[in-house]
């Protein structure tokens, strides 16, 4: 089991990228579910602000087994 973390910040991207990778309140179930299908994770968080946006996964076949 991996735990695999992929973000950025206002100190590794400017406003423009930010702007384009965040998720809004109400995007947040669709936006992990198709995580979810794209890495086959088994868990994962999605955190998004006005200056960073991260994605926290662990490592699974996605059906929540093991």
């Known amino acids: 089991m991996a735990l695999i973390v992929a973000g950025i910040n206002y100190r590794t991207a400017p406003i423009e990228v930010r702007e384009r990778v965040a998720v ?39 059906n929540g087994e093991g």
């Open 24 to 62: 809004a309140p109400h995007e947040v179930g669709d936006a992990l579910a198709e995580l979810r299908h794209r890495s086959g994770a088994r868990e994962m968080v999605l955190l998004s602000t006005c200056n960073r946006t991260e994605v926290y996964l662990v490592e699974g076949e996605g």
